[in-house]
């Protein structure tokens, strides 16, 4: 885990214990994030985004495009296992738009954010999810993590089948 002076998380490799890390700003997944045990429980809390690094080739006017390519630090089919929240934005892959796709984006645990966030575009770039509740998280939640019971949350919808 590194701490930048700008109030971001870069964070990677696998965790053993009960762990939450919050961000002041961003938590950045730099590459898997895995648990070593049945024990370890896993949540990451930003502000703002949680976002997964994906460096890609710019032009020579700053953006990107699909035909950029993926850079060293991309990672194909990309394994997270953890609870997200971000508080007053999105979970998203940085510069989805970008490159060739990079596979699967693997998600085990539970996903909260204010907005949707992309993580990839129709199978030609990004990602394409694979996302899997972990039902764990139903009675147990990591350390410190805010309490979904206990929050101003308002359920909006809910589709019963």
């Not at 998203?92 to 949707?116: F, H, M, S, T, W």
């Not at 009675?139 to 308002?154: G, L």
Request: contains cysteine.
């Amino acid at each position: 885990t590194k701490i930048s002076p700008c109030g971001n998380i870069n964070i990677e490799g696998t965790f053993a214990k009960p762990l939450t890390i919050a961000a002041a700003n961003n938590v950045v997944i730099m590459s898997n994030l895995t648990k070593a045990n049945e024990e370890a429980m896993l949540g990451l809390v930003a502000n703002n985004f949680i976002r997964v690094y994906h460096p890609v080739e710019m032009n020579s006017s700053g953006t990107c495009s699909s035909s950029s390519k993926n850079l060293t630090g991309s990672i194909t089919n990309l394994k997270i296992e953890a609870a997200l929240l971000a508080i007053n934005h999105s979970f998203i892959v940085d510069n989805y738009k970008c490159g060739p796709q990079l596979e699967k984006l693997n998600v085990k645990g539970a996903i909260a954010q204010k907005y949707r966030g992309a993580v990839g575009t129709t199978g030609s770039t990004g990602y394409i999810k694979n996302y899997e509740y972990d039902d764990k998280f139903r009675t147990n939640e990591p350390p410190e993590f805010t309490s979904p019971e206990k929050t101003a949350w308002v359920l909006g919808r809910e589709i019963v089948e």
